[in-house]
């Protein structure tokens, strides 16, 4: 059983699309201040073995232990991958999540991660027989000491709602791609908040370039001295988001880190919240 409990984070950092520059980007991120780590076992996309890299550099460096970290990664269906496949395509959805956790344990060089994210439910339309399948094993790693935590990612308000009518063991974590034109995925983040499940935001920035853009705050941005960004991520955070941020710069990362102490007036939030991208 894990003995490290870290608190949960207010801040992820992303490794998706690092390549090769993953371990070097893991390894300044936790030099910069950044102590909980998202990735996955999904090649496609991630270098997880290369995040394993960076964190053995940081240990090495005595800068951190296991023990300080926050470290995320997601079980990925065959669909959402290429042929770098982290477990045997011909096996059940069960040794598949089985196999994939226990290759993210390896690359990440951990007995365990913090939380172990469902990538996207197989279908988008509901929650199916192989999502429940796929979830009671994920359960099975969490009761193993594997994960201490479980997630679900690219899920829609209907497909929780669904999970919590067949009465589904629910997530910790939710974790959404966030459009300012979707109301900052209002529906799902209100189902959150009732459940006290954890809403992760991701593509705060990419997926609301017109936020970043709108008078509003570019106006607050001068007020409060603060770039768009920070802006934005402050406002997730006081709207009750966990932010991701995906950052490849040293000094983003500052800044980033340092919108943990901007705190936006009520109706700067509310009118954030209005922008309807
Ligand atoms: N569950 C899923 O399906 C899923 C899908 C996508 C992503 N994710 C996770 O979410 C993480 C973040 O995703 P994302 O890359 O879409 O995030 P993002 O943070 O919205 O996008 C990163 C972009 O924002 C810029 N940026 C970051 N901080 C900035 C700042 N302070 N000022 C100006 N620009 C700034 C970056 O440019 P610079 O590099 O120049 O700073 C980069 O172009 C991923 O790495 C991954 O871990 C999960």
């Given amino acids: 059983m894990p003995n490290a409990q870290p608190a949960i984070p207010d801040f992820l950092y992303g490794t ?8 070097a980007l893991t390894e300044l991120a936790i030099r910069s201040g950044f102590r909980a780590i998202d990735t996955a076992n999904q090649r496609k996309h991630y270098f997880e073995a290369a995040v394993g890299e960076g964190l053995a ?35 059940t959805l069960s040794v598949q999540v089985a196999q994939s956790m226990a290759s993210s344990l390896e690359h990440l060089c951990t007995d365990h991660v913090d939380s172990f994210v469902l990538h996207g439910p197989a279908s988008n339309s509901h929650w199916t027989t192989e999502d429940f399948e796929t979830w009671q094993a994920m359960i099975k790693e969490r009761d193993a000491g594997r994960t201490r935590l479980l997630g679900v990612s690219n899920i829609s ?10 009465h589904v063991e629910p997530p910790e974590f939710v974790q959404n791609r966030c459009y300012a034109s979707r109301g900052w995925d ?13 809403y992760q935001g991701f593509s705060l920035l990419t997926a ?4 970043l853009r709108h008078p509003t705050i570019a106006t607050l941005a ?15 955070r006081q709207i009750g988001m966990l932010p991701l941020t995906g ?3 040293a000094e983003h990362m500052k800044q980033d880190l ?14 954030i919240e209005a922008i309807a991208g």
Wanted: hydrophobic share 45%; proline share 5%.
């Fill in 16 to 23: 998706a699309w690092k390549e090769d520059r993953t371990a």
């Fill in 57 to 91: 550099s940081v240990y090495r460096a005595r800068l951190v232990t296991r023990a300080d970290l926050f470290l995320q990664t997601k079980f990925t269906y065959q669909d959402g991958q290429d042929r770098r496949l982290p477990y045997d395509p011909a096996a």
């Fill in 157 to 166: 308000l209907a497909q929780l709602q669904q999970m919590a009518r067949a």
């Fill in 186 to 198: 209002r529906e799902v983040r209100a189902f959150c908040r009732e459940r006290n499940i954890i």
């Fill in 208 to 211: 609301n370039q017109q936020v």
């Fill in 222 to 236: 001068v007020e409060i001295n603060a770039t768009p960004a920070q802006i934005i991520f402050a406002f997730a």
């Fill in 247 to 249: 950052t490849s710069s």
């Fill in 258 to 271: 340092a919108s943990l102490s901007l705190e936006l007036p009520p109706d700067a939030v509310n009118a």
